[in-house]
């Protein structure tokens, strides 16, 4: 009971001391502070009359002791420390309830719904017919995110995202036209992600650690990874992960560690960060069946622009070891390749103060081939690696690729409209590009980021009540320039594949 006793009154102190440390610097509603300083003396005077109650146990559990040779004044002595043990329980289990609803309090929970029609025109489609023309008019879906923060401790931040994506009714979209006769879109080159079941994920989930009375913190879990700079611009929201999208728009699971320069720089938001990640882990009891884990390594400097303020410059280097294979056929490799990545990115917020935003990125890959591949038929015999295969004659070949992104945002001055938003975006990626969005766009089902070609958005973004609910509307065009069946596997083919997308969606913010 005394220890439950200290963790009360550790927590009285912990609710009324930032009162004291910040009242120089904040206002408290007079009502809202009377309420909480009554909470605060109700519980105290809980807390006595427990200490009271415990004394009272100790006081007759001696008397019954020393009374045991009289039956009916032990007995008597008996009852009433029964009575007072209830009496005690019951408080106990109050303030049990009490302690509960403190660490609840600690937990932030909201959330995003957001509902989206999408419609997609190809022209020149990639299989079959060069002239084909395949078209879905209306592809609805819904996304549901429910977002968790939790200050454990002053210096242990828990963060956490559960996602949801479906599309409606019993609807598929990983193929696109009549795949029986070969006039089709393969799902991976045209879309980020499809899904037909009503399924939840842990999109993200991991703790920040900042090491006391040092510059040093340390992230580990499944990272932010996903929905980076500059996504926060047509989301209407704030920054949401720690790379920008044109470098890594998946979910990986790691350990950051991070270095705060503003001590010792005249830098703001100024952060050195190494990592570790694994992408995959294959641990295959068969030796015959043998695949290599791919792990990647990263480092990276962030900070804002000297002398303009809400800005981003970043640049990165990521090495990813041991990329997998193609898992498919009768026999494939360990491993495909190895990558090296660097990334430099640029964003300006309210240029001037004049409601313009901007943003530029540029990626360059360049990716270590193996000569073996995976064997698709034995006969005729087709081998494939990554950008490669024997039937071109390039098995083995390093590749260089390369991507640009950039854009703009205009906040219109239109106050009876809620100041509404315009927005351009342009991103090119060269025949090698290989971005790691490939597989799990979820911001859009057309993803524009990981294209061998380039494409163009346009959008209007109008909020409906301030920053709980918008909506947008936009097109994006599609140039392929090259076609890949197997995402990153075989040799790209050249492309005169377009495709033309118009979407509207509603966020509702919670």
Not at 262 to 274: G, V
């Amino acid at each position: 009971m005394m220890k439950k006793t200290i963790v009360y009154t550790l927590l009285i102190l912990a609710f009324t001391a930032p009162l004291t440390v910040w009242a120089e610097d904040i206002s408290i509603d007079k009502a809202v502070l009377e309420k909480l300083l009554q909470g605060q003396e109700d519980l105290e005077k809980v807390l006595k009359r427990q200490e009271s109650l415990e004394e009272r146990i100790r006081e007759l559990e001696k008397q019954a002791q020393e009374k045991t040779s009289a039956a009916p004044a032990g007995v008597s002595a008996q009852k009433e420390i029964d009575d007072v043990k209830d009496e005690v329980e019951e408080l106990s289990e109050r303030l049990d309830k009490t302690e509960l609803k403190t660490l609840l309090d600690k937990v932030q929970i909201g959330g995003e719904f957001r509902t989206r029609l999408d419609s997609f025109h190809f022209r020149n489609a990639a299989y079959g017919d060069q002239d084909k023309k395949i078209d879905m008019d209306e592809f609805w879906w819904n996304r549901l995110r429910l977002n968790l923060r939790s200050e454990v401790t002053d210096n242990i931040i828990f963060q956490g995202r559960l996602e949801y994506i479906k599309s409606w009714g019993d609807s598929s979209i990983g193929e696109i036209g009549d795949s029986g006769s070969g006039n089709h879109i393969h799902n991976i080159n045209a879309f980020g992600f499809y899904d037909t079941e009503s399924r939840v994920r842990v999109e993200r989930a991991y703790i920040d650690y900042f090491v006391p009375d040092t510059p040093f913190s340390v992230t580990f879990g499944r990272l932010p990874t996903a929905d980076g700079p500059p996504a926060e611009l047509r989301n209407n929201s704030t920054r949401k992960a720690t790379w920008p999208t044109v470098a890594v728009n998946e979910n990986f699971d790691g350990v950051i560690a991070n270095l705060s320069l503003d001590a010792w720089t005249n830098l703001k938001n100024a952060f050195l960060r190494f990592g570790y990640l694994t992408i995959r882990q294959f641990h295959d009891a068969d030796d015959e069946a043998k695949r290599n884990s791919m792990r990647s390594g990263v480092l990276n400097l962030e900070t804002e622009v000297p002398g303009i303020k809400d800005s981003l410059f970043y640049i990165g280097y990521t090495r990813m070891d041991s990329m997998f294979s193609l898992q498919v056929g009768p026999a494939y490799p360990e491993d495909s390749a190895d990558v090296d990545e660097y990334n430099i990115y640029l964003q300006l917020n309210n240029i001037g103060d004049s409601g313009l935003d901007w943003f530029g990125a540029f990626s360059y890959n360049h990716i270590h081939v193996r000569t073996q591949g995976t064997v698709l038929n034995a006969d005729p015999f087709y081998e494939v690696g990554l950008f490669c295969d024997n039937m071109h004659g390039d098995m083995g070949e390093n590749r260089d690729g390369y991507a640009f992104y950039t854009g703009l945002r205009y906040k219109l001055p239109i106050e009876k409209l809620k100041n509404p938003s315009i927005g351009f975006e342009y991103n090119y990626g060269s025949k090698f590009w290989a971005p790691l969005s490939k597989h799990d766009s979820r911001e859009d089902v057309a993803n524009k980021i990981a294209i061998n070609g380039s494409a163009w958005e346009f959008y209007y973004l109008q909020p409906i009540y301030e920053e709980r609910m918008f909506c947008r509307a936009g097109l994006i065009y599609f140039d392929y320039d090259y076609y890949i069946p197997y995402t990153f596997y075989g040799s790209p083919l050249e492309s005169d594949m377009t495709m033309f997308s118009t979407y509207f969606l509603v966020d509702v913010r919670f």
